[in-house]
Structures are given as structure tokens and as C-alpha cells.
């Protein structure tokens, strides 16, 4: 008879393969989406920041706790957050300027075909 450490790893393991392979198609951009502007910029959060009372909004922690799981470009932010591109822009900031993001350039990385 399985432990119940041994069903809560075939559990893990399953479940965990099905949210990779979802998490992988959306992170897929679609053909087309990105513009002439697009700096290659993404940014991934490094510690959870201490922000003001103002800026402690649903939409800013959520977008926090997803730049806390996986690294996001500012194009993502906008269209997922729910957060004009003047309160993203003033987030970014404030969290580059304090060290608590880690910006990635992937400009330099090679296309996938």
C-alpha cells in the first residue's frame, strides 16, 4: 500500500506537468503582438517590496505576485494587470530604482523557430 508521501508526489509530479505545459503556450506571445518599440525588457521580481498605502492595490499585488513566480516584459503588464501604462511605468520604476526586481535584457538570446 502507497504512503501517503508517495500519492502526494505522483500528485505533484502530474500536476505540475499539466500546469507547465499550459504556463508554456501562454507564455508563447502571438504572431504579430509585439511592436517596433519593444525594448526586450523583462523583469522578475527579487523581494516582495514595501509599498505605500496608494499603490497596495488588488491589481499591483496580483501583478506582483505573478513578476514573483516568472519574469514578465512591461507589454504583458499592460495588457494583464489591469494597470494603465503611467502606474506601470511608476511601479517599474520605483521597484528598479530600490533593487527589487532583476531586469533581463533578452534581446541578446536567440529567436525560437
Known sequence: MPTATAKLA????RTRSSFASRAAREAVPAPGA???AED?????LK???DLPSPARTANVLRLL????HRPVNRRWMLSHSRLDAEHVDALLRRLVDRGEVD???TSGFPSQA
Open 10 to 13: 505522483r500528485w505533484a509530479r
Open 34 to 36: 509585439g511592436s517596433a
Open 40 to 44: 526586450g525588457l523583462v523583469y522578475r
Open 47 to 49: 523581494l516582495w517590496p
Open 65 to 68: 505576485s505573478v513578476m514573483s
Open 103 to 105: 531586469v533581463i535584457d
